[in-house]
């Protein structure tokens, strides 16, 4: 199971975290993503990472502003938010799929298999 925390207000220009905390086991067997999804439209791609966390993925709205990041031995996935616009608001979902170490991460959403609920982002200009 997955668990997104860190979601809340924020005005453009400012920075959140969010984490993702998976229950279980053999979390480094997983990759970890994090889409999202804005009111009226389909859910979208943000961020990916492989299992070693050597590889790092981003949707093109979001390079160079969102990292993000895992802590095996915590089980948790990171998303850094930073220089947030508008049109960044939306539900963040983390995700994860177990993968062997040769397969990187898909942006593609029905690639993954384990879902959390999610965390709701507005962003106030």
């Known amino acids: 199971q997955l668990q997104a925390s860190g979601g809340g207000l924020a005005q453009a220009g400012d920075s959140l975290t969010l984490s993702c905390v998976a229950s279980?086991?053999?979390?480094?067997?997983?990759?970890l993503g994090w889409f999202r999804q804005a009111p009226g439209k389909e859910r979208e791609f943000v961020a990916a990472?492989?299992?070693?966390?050597?590889?790092?993925y981003y949707d093109d709205s979001v390079k160079g502003r969102f990292t993000i990041s895992r802590n095996n031995n915590e089980k948790t996935v990171y998303l850094r938010m930073n220089t947030l616009k508008p049109e960044d608001t939306a539900v963040y979902y983390c995700?994860?799929?177990?993968?062997?170490?040769?397969?990187?991460?898909?942006?593609?959403?029905?690639?993954?298999?384990?879902w959390g609920p999610g965390t709701l982002v507005t962003v106030s200009s």
């Open positions: 995700t994860a799929k177990q993968t062997i170490l040769t397969v990187e991460p898909n942006t593609e959403l029905d690639w993954w298999d384990t």
């Open positions: 990472i492989s299992r070693s966390g050597s590889s790092t």
């Open positions: 279980g086991h053999s979390f480094s067997r997983y990759a």
